[in-house]
C-alpha cells in the first residue's frame, strides 16, 4: 500500500528546497539583512507521546541497527497526517525536533485571539482524527499539544556560509510549558494565549496551580469564519490549492529576487542540497548510515539579555563551524530553551564521510569545549556528549514541508548523555573504541540512569590532551604486542640491507613506507623496531597522532622526549635534571629557559633571555630547538623510527626537515597518501640533493596465501573452509586490518565453529558427515605441508550461517563509505542500486530498477564510475575464426574453473560489453546497506523479476528449467522466464551480458586460489561442461536465492535453490551442487511448516540422492531416493517380499497399459503431471543404478524392479508428452 506520504505528494513542491524551508524565511534576502526581529503570532508544539518507548522497543527487536529505518518510517507517516491537517489551516512548520514539531501561526497583534481559535480547530481535528495511532510493535503512539501566543524573537546567525534560525522569548517559553503539561490526547492553552482568546466559545479546565487551560470543548469556526481568519494570516499561502476540505498552500513562496535564491540555500542541509541540485529524487533521499552525532549545551546565565543572546549564538555558531567544518561536520539543528541553547553538529552526513571521524570528532568537541568556556560572555557551563552509530538520516515530514533530518537511538543517546554528564565533554563506547586513541585519554565515567535508554553501555569523559598525557604521547607498541608479521619479506629484507650499510660505513638512509589507513604500517614499524633492537642498536620509535598535525611543535617535542628519555620522568625538576645533563655543552646556560616551551619545565629566564624582545626571542628559541636536535640525532643515537611522519606539524617540520637533510642517520618512517605531510615529504625528497639515500617503499596487500595463514594464526587452528577464504580475500582485499575485524565480527555473531577434529575418525553415515567431509576436503590449510598435527583445531562454518549474509563490521563500513562519499550524489546514487544487484552487474538489469530520472543518465553516470576507478567495464572476448579450432578448444574445466584463461582467448580482441563489476567489493557492500529496509525490499522484487526471465538452461540446453517442468508444479511462475516467453526471446543482447557476467563470477569464485599451491581444487568435482548454463547459475539462479531471501520469500527461494542444484549438478559440479543442498536444508529447517509444498520437497530429497551418489555415499543416497519417491507418491518397496508385489503388479500394468488421452488436459497440468512423473522417473533410474551396484542377488532383483517401474513410468510420461503433438 502507498504511503501517507507518496499519497498524498501529487500536486505538491517536492524536490524543491523551498519545500526545507518555513515561510517566516520568506523576506530574508540579502538586502534585508535580518538578524533579529519581532514577530507576533499564534505557537503550536506538538509532541508524539511514546516515541521514546518506540524507540527502545525496536532497538530491543533488532540485534543491529537497522532498527532506525522502521522506525523513521513509522514517525513520517504519522507526521504526515497530522502536518497535513497543520498546513491545510495555514499553519507555518518551523522546527521538526526529533518527534516534536514548531508551527507558527503568524498574524498582527489585533487578530490573535481569532487566530487561536484557528489553532484550537486546528488541534481539535487533529486529536480527534490522529490522536491514536497504533504500531506493529504493540506502542500506541498519542498527541500532547501545547499552544500559546503573543510576541517572540525571530533570530538568524551563522557564518557566510550556513545560517540557522530560532525563535525564542515569552511565546516560545509558554508553548513549551504548555506542551508539557500536557497529558496524551490534550490540548493545552498557555497563561497568555489564554487571556487573548475568545474565551467564551472554549470549553476549558484549569490547569492546578498553572495560568494555562486545559482545552474541553470549543465551537466549530463556520467555513466563511475559518476563510476569513486564514486571509488575516500574514505570510499567508497565496497559491491555495484545495485539499480535501481545507487550503493547503505550498511551504515558501520565493520573493522575485534572484539572489534570494542563494540566501534560502544557506538555510537547507548541505546533504540535501547536493542531492537535490543533483535531481536525486527525493525518495531516494534517506540512507542508514553510522554517524557520529555532537550535542552540545551552552548553560546560559540567569540576567542573559535578548542582545546577549543574540551575540552568543553568532559567536558560538561561527566558532564551531570554524572547528567543525574542515573535517566535514555540519551544525545539523539548534535548539533554544529557557536557561540555554542546544546545538547538534554531526559528522558523516552522506557526502561528508572522513576517514578517522569519531577522532575528530572528539577533537572538535574538546576545542568547542574549551573556546566556548574561554570565549563566550554570559555561559555557566558547557556540556557535550559525543556518540557513533547507524543512524537514519533522510527526509521527514510532508511532501509540502519536510526536513532533512537525523533519527536513531545513538542520537537520543547523545541528548541524554549530555544532560546527565554536565560540565564535561563524554563519549559513548563506540566513539572511544572507534577513536583507536591511547586510552589515557579517557576516564571511565560512573553509570547514570537515563530515559528511555535501558543500555547505554560504559560512558567515558574525553579528557583531550593535557599536561600529563603530552608526556604518554608518542608510544609505540612493539613487536611482542602483535601478532606475527607476514608477507613482509621484500620490505625487512630492504630494512637488513640499508641497516648493515648503516652499521659498517654508517651510510645514511631514510626508509618511507607508503600506505593507505591500516595497511600496516605500524605493524611493520615495530618488526623493523624489533630487528634494529635485536642487531645491537639503538631504537628511538615514535608515533604520532592526529592530534600533533594541530599542536604546534608537539612532533618535535615527543622525538626529543623519547631520545633524551624524558618520558619516565616523574616531575618537572626530574626533566630539567635530565635537560641540564644531557644538553651540557650544547647549549648555553642562559638559554636553558628557551626549552621551557618545548620541554614544559620551568628554568628561570637568565638576564640575557630577559633582555631580549619578542622577535629576537623567537629566533634564538628557534635556534636552540635546531641545536637541540642535532645533538639529538648526531651520531650516538641509532634509529629513528616516526610511525605517521604524515601527522608531524607545520612547525616541528620547518625544524626537522632541515636538520634531516643535514645530518647522517638512518631513519624509518610511514606516511598515508592524501596528508599535507606527506606531499611536503615527497617535495622534500625532490628537493633533496642526496635523495639517492631515500627509498620510498608502498605497502601492497597481502597475498592470499599469507591471508590464509593469519586467519589460521589468529584463530589459532590448522585449516580454514575454502568459502571462509574466499569471503575474506574478497572483502578485505589483502588488507591485514580488515580480515581482522571481518573475523572478529564472524566470531561475534558466531558464525565460526573451531573443534578439534581427528583426521581419519570414522564418521557416521549421514547427510551432517557427508558435508563436514566435503568442506573438510575443501579446506585451507595454514602452510602448504599441513604438518600440524592430526588433532589440530580446525574451523568450519556453522552450518545453519551463510556468510553472504553477515552484515559489515562499523570500521570496514567507515572506511568504504569515507571513498563512497568522495563519489557526486548521482553517481552514488546509481551504485546504490547496482549494489543491490550484486558485484559484478549487466547493464540491462540497472536499467531495469533504476527510476526514470536516472535512467537516461546512466551511461553517462557508469563513465564517470568507471573513470574514477569505483567501477570496471568487463571487456567481451572476441573468438576469431581460427579459436574455434577443437584442436585448441576451450580449456578443460579444471583450468577454467581455477580462473585460467582460455588460451585461445589471450590472442583475441577485447570488445566492450554490457557487463561492469565493482573494482572493490567493500564500496558494493558499504553501499548496500545504505538502502532502507523497504525500498530495499522493492529493488530485491525488480532484480527477481527481470532475472526471472532468463532462470532456464542455455540454448544449447533446450532451454528448459533444471528440474524438468519446474515452473508448472509451482502455482503462479509458469509465466516467468519460459522460453517461449516472446518479449524475451528477441533480448539476446541482454542474455549475452548475463553470460558474460556469470563466467566472470565462476572466475571470481575460484580466483583467490590462484597463487601457488591454492590451486588445489579438487578437480574430481569440477564440470566438464562448457555451454552458457554454467554462467547462468551463477549470475541468475543463484542471485535468485538471494534477492528472495532478502525479500522474505522461503518458497521462491527453496525453489531456486533446488535449481541451481540441479543446475550445479548439469554442469556437473558436484561440489557446489551439494553446498546449495546444504543452504536448502537450512532454509528447510527455518520454513514454516507448508511454506515448501510438497513437489519442492520430493526434488529436494531427489536431488540429495543424486548428490550422494556423486560423493560415493550409496547408501545414503539410496535412502534419499526412496524419501524422494514416497513424497512422490511412488513408494518403493523395502522388503523381498514387497518387491516381488509391486514387480507383478507392475509387470501387470505394464502389459494392461492404455495411453491416457492426456491431449484432453490443460497445458499446465500435463506440464504439472509430467514434472511429478519424470522426477519420479529419475529417482527410480537412480534405485537401478544403486542397487546394481550391490552385487547380491536381492539387489539385483530390487535393481530390475526399479527398472520396470521406470520404463511403466517413462511410457506415462510420454504420454503427456504426446499430447503436445496433439496440440499442436
Ligand atoms: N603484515 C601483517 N601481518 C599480519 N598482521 C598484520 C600485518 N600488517 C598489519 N597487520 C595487522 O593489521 C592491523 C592493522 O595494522 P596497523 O595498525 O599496522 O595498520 P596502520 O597502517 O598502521 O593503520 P593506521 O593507518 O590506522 O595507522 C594490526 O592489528 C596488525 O596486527
Ligand atoms: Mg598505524
Redesign the pocket.
Known amino acids: 500500500m502507498a504511503s501517507a506520504w507518496e499519497r498524498k505528494r501529487q500536486n505538491s513542491d517536492v524536490e524543491k528546497p523551498v519545500a526545507f524551508l518555513p515561510r517566516l524565511l520568506a523576506n530574508v534576502s540579502p538586502k534585508s539583512n535580518i538578524d533579529s526581529q519581532v514577530v507576533h503570532g499564534v505557537l503550536l508544539l506538538v509532541d508524539i507521546s511514546g516515541f521514546t518507548a518506540l524507540t527502545e522497543k525496536f532497538i530491543q527487536r533488532s540485534s543491529t541497527d537497522r532498527g532506525a529505518d522502521e522506525l523513521a518510517q513509522i514517525l513520517n507517516s504519522y507526521l504526515c497526517d497530522i502536518l497535513e491537517e497543520m498546513l491545510i489551516f495555514g499553519g507555518d512548520i518551523l522546527k521538526f525536533a526529533g518527534d516534536a514539531v514548531l508551527v507558527l501561526w503568524r498574524t498582527r497583534a489585533q487578530e490573535l485571539a481569532k487566530t487561536i481559535r484557528l489553532v484550537l480547530q486546528c488541534s481539535q481535528q487533529i486529536q480527534k482524527k490522529y490522536g491514536t495511532r497504533d504500531t506493529r510493535v504493540g506502542q500506541k503512539l498519542r498527541l500532547k499539544i501545547g499552544i500559546s501566543a503573543g510576541f517572540m524573537d525571530f533570530m538568524i546567525f551563522g557564518d557566510r556560509r550556513w545560517r540557522y534560525f530560532v525563535i525564542c522569548g515569552q511565546a516560545l517559553n509558554e508553548v513549551r510549558e504548555a506542551e508539557g503539561l500536557a497529558n496524551a490526547g490534550e490540548v493545552i492553552l498557555s497563561a497568555t494565549s489564554w487571556e487573548l482568546c475568545e474565551q467564551h466559545r472554549l470549553g476549558t479546565e484549569h490547569v492546578a496551580g498553572k495560568g494555562a487551560v486545559k482545552v474541553t470543548d470549543m465551537d466549530e469556526m463556520s467555513s466563511s469564519e475559518r476563510q476569513d481568519a486564514l486571509h488575516k494570516l500574514l505570510q499567508r499561502p497565496r497559491s491555495h490549492h484545495f485539499v480535501g476540505e481545507g487550503a493547503m498552500g505550498p511551504a515558501l513562496l520565493l520573493p522575485n529576487d534572484p539572489n534570494s535564491d542563494a540566501v534560502l540555500r544557506q538555510f537547507i542541509p548541505e546533504a540535501a542540497l547536493r542531492k537535490l541540485d543533483d535531481s536525486v529524487p527525493l525518495d531516494f533521499f534517506p540512507e542508514l548510515r553510522p554517524v557520529t552525532s555532537l550535542f552540545i549545551r551552552l548553560h546560559l546565565c540567569a540576567d542573559v539579555s535578548k542582545r546577549d543572546l543574540y551575540v552568543l549564538l553568532c559567536n558560538a555558531s561561527t566558532m564551531m563551524l570554524d572547528i567543525i567544518s574542515p573535517h566535514k561536520g555540519k551544525i545539523h539543528k539548534v535548539t533554544l530553551f529557557d536557561k540555554g541553547c542546544t546545538f547538534l553538529c554531526v559528522f558523516g552526513l552522506p557526502g561528508e564521510k572522513q576517514p578517522y571521524e569519531s577522532l575528530l570528532a572528539l577533537q572538535s568537541a574538546i576545542q568547542i569545549f574549551n573556546s566556548c568556556s574561554r570565549v563566550l560572555r554570559k555561559i555557566q557551563a558547557v556540556s557535550i556528549a559525543v556518540t557513533s552509530g547507524t543512524v537514519f538520516c533522510g527526509v521527514i515530514g510532508h511532501p509540502v514541508r519536510h526536513e532533512y533530518t537525523v533519527i536513531g537511538q545513538k542520537v537520543n543517546l547523545a541528548a541524554r548523555m549530555m544532560m546527565h554528564y554536565p560540565g564535561l565533554v563524554s563519549c559513548d563506547a563506540r566513539t572511544y573504541a572507534a577513536s583507536?586513541l591511547p586510552p589515557y585519554f579517557f576516564k571511565e565515567l560512573p553509570e547514570q540512569k537515563m530515559k528511555g535508554i535501558s543500555n547505554p553501555g560504559s560512558v567515558y569523559q574525553y579528557l583531550g590532551i593535557n599536561e600529563e598525557i603530552v608526556f604518554g604521547m608518542g608510544l609505540t607498541k612493539t613487536s611482542s604486542e602483535?601478532?606475527?608479521?607476514?608477507?613482509?619479506d621484500k620490505e625487512i629484507e630492504l630494512f637488513c640491507r640499508c641497516l648493515k650499510a648503516y652499521g659498517e660505513s654508517g651510510q645514511r638512509h631514510i626508509l618511507a613506507f607508503e600506505?593507505t589507513?591500516?595497511?600496516?604500517?605500524?605493524?611493520?614499524l615495530a618488526e623493523l623496531a624489533y630487528l634494529g633492537q635485536a642487531a645491537g642498536h639503538r631504537v628511538v620509535a615514535v608515533e604520532l597522532l592526529e592530534t600533533n598535525v594541530r599542536n604546534p611543535f608537539s612532533a618535535i617535542r615527543i622525538l626529543m622526549d623519547r631520545a633524551l628519555d624524558l618520558q619516565d620522568c616523574e616531575s618537572c625538576s626530574a626533566r630539567e635534571h635530565v635537560l641540564q645533563t644531557k644538553l651540557r655543552g650544547t647549549i648555553e646556560e642562559s638559554s636553558y629557559s628557551l626549552l621551557n616551551g618545548l620541554f614544559l619545565v620551568g628554568f628561570p629566564d637568565s638576564d640575557t633571555v630577559c633582555e631580549m624582545h619578542e622577535t629576537q626571542r623567537k629566533t634564538e628559541t628557534r635556534s636552540t630547538w635546531t641545536k637541540v636536535l642535532e645533538k639529538v640525532v648526531g651520531g650516538e643515537f641509532g634509529i629513528f623510527i616516526i610511525?605517521?611522519a604524515h601527522f608531524i606539524d607545520p612547525a616541528s617540520w620547518s625544524i626537522m626537515s632541515s636538520v634531516f637533510q643535514n645530518a647522517s642517520l638512518f631513519m624509518v618512517i610511514?606516511l598515508?597518501p592524501g596528508y599535507t605531510g606527506t606531499e611536503s615529504f615527497f617535495r622534500a625528497i625532490a628537493d633533496n640533493t642526496t635523495s639517492q639515500n631515500i627509498t620510498c617503499v608502498h605497502l601492497d596487500e597481502?597475498k592470499p596465501s599469507?591471508v590464509v595463514q593469519?586467519v589460521c594464526q589468529d584463530l589459532g587452528v590448522v585449516s580454514i573452509p575454502r568459502e571462509l577464504v574466499r569471503f575474506l580475500i574478497q572483502r578485505s582485499s589483502g588488507i591485514?586490518?580488515h580480515c581482522?575485524e571481518l573475523l572478529r565480527c564472524l566470531c561475534r555473531n558466531n558464525v565460526l565453529l573451531l573443534h578439534s577434529q581427528k583426521w581419519g575418525e570414522k564418521a557416521e553415515d549421514n547427510w551432517e558427515s557427508l558435508i563436514a567431509s566435503a568442506l573438510k576436503d575443501s579446506s585451507l590449510a595454514a602452510t602448504s605441508s599441513s604438518s600440524a598435527g592430526k588433532d589440530g583445531r580446525v574451523c568450519v562454518i556453522r552450518a545453519d550461517m551463510n556468510l553472504e549474509n553477515t552484515v559489515l563490521p562499523t570500521t570496514l563500513k567507515e572506511i568504504a563509505l569515507a571513498q563512497l562519499d568522495r563519489i557526486e550524489s548521482l553517481e552514488q546514487t546509481a551504485l546504490k542500486f547496482a549494489a543491490v544487484i550484486g558485484p559484478v552487474f549487466t547493464t540491462q538489469l540497472l536499467s531495469h530498477i533504476l527510476p526514470a530520472g536516472i535512467r537516461h543518465n546512466m551511461n553517462c553516470l557508469l563513465n564517470r564510475l568507471v573513470h574514477n576507478n569505483i567501477l570496471k567495464w568487463l571487456k567481451k572476448p572476441e573468438v576469431p575464426q581460427d579459436a574455434q579450432d577443437a584442436t585448441k578448444g576451450p580449456a578443460t574445466a579444471p583450468q577454467a574453473e581455477s580462473g585460467v584463461e582460455r588460451p585461445s582467448r589471450s590472442q583475441t580482441m577485447a570488445l566492450p560489453s554490457d557487463v561492469l563489476a565493482f573494482c572493490v567489493p567493500l564500496l558494493r557492500e558499504a553501499a548496500y546497506e545504505l538502502w532502507p529496509e523497504r525500498q530495499r525490499v522493492a529493488l530485491h522484487r525488480k532484480c527477481a523479476a527481470f532475472l526471472e526471465q532468463h532462470a532456464h538452461k542455455c540454448e544449447s540446453c533446450s532451454q528448459g528449467d533444471f528440474v524438468a517442468f519446474h515452473r508448472f508444479t509451482v502455482t503462479g511462475t509458469q509465466g516467468r522466464g519460459s522460453s517461449q516467453d516472446s518479449a524475451d526471446k528477441g533480448d539476446s543482447r541482454s542474455w549475452e551480458a548475463l553470460v558474460l557476467a556469470g563466467e566472470q563470477m565462476t572466475r571470481d569464485r575460484t580466483q583467490a586460489f590462484l597463487e601457488g599451491d591454492f590451486g588445489r581444487t579438487g578437480g574430481k568435482h569440477k564440470g566438464a561442461c562448457s555451454c552458457e548454463c554454467k554462467a547462468i547459475v551463477e549470475v541468475v539462479l543463484v542471485p535468485l536465492v538471494r534477492h528472495y531471501k532478502a525479500m522474505g520469500d522461503t518458497a521462491r527461494a527453496f525453489y531456486y535453490l533446488l535449481e541451481c542444484v540441479a543446475a550445479y549438478l548439469h554442469v556437473s559440479n558436484s561440489y557446489m551442487a551439494l553446498m546449495k543442498l546444504n543452504e536448502a536444508e537450512v532454509l528447510r529447517k527455518s520454513a514454516e511448516k507448508k511454506a515448501i509444498a510438497r513437489f519442492e520437497d520430493a526434488t529436494f530429497f531427489s536431488l540429495k540422492g543424486e548428490v550422494c551418489c556423486q560423493w560415493g555415499r550409496m547408501k545414503l543416497s539410496e535412502k534419499m531416493t526412496r524419501e524422494a519417491l514416497r513424497l512422490l507418491k511412488r513408494q518403493f518397496p523395502r522388503t523381498s517380499v514387497g518387491a516381488f508385489v509391486k514387480s507383478k503388479v507392475e509387470k501387470f500394468l505394464g502389459a494392461a497399459y492404455v495411453p491416457k488421452r492426456a491431449s484432453s488436459l490443460p497445458e499446465e497440468a500435463r506440464r504439472k503431471r509430467q514434472a511429478w512423473l519424470l522426477r519420479q522417473s529419475c529417482c527410480l533410474s537412480l534405485l537401478e543404478h544403486l542397487c546394481s551396484q550391490e552385487g547380491t542377488s536381492s539387489a539385483r532383483r530390487f535393481s530390475r524392479l526399479a527398472a520396470r517401474m521406470k520404463a511403466n513410468t517413462d511410457r506415462a510420461a510420454h504420454s503427456y508428452q504426446a499430447g503436445d503433438f496433439c496440440h499442436a
Do not use: H, I, M, Q
Open positions: 583507536r602483535y601478532r606475527s608479521l607476514l608477507g613482509r600506505g589507513t591500516v595497511s600496516g604500517k605500524s605493524r611493520l610511525d605517521n610511514s598515508a597481502l599469507a593469519k591485514p586490518y581482522e
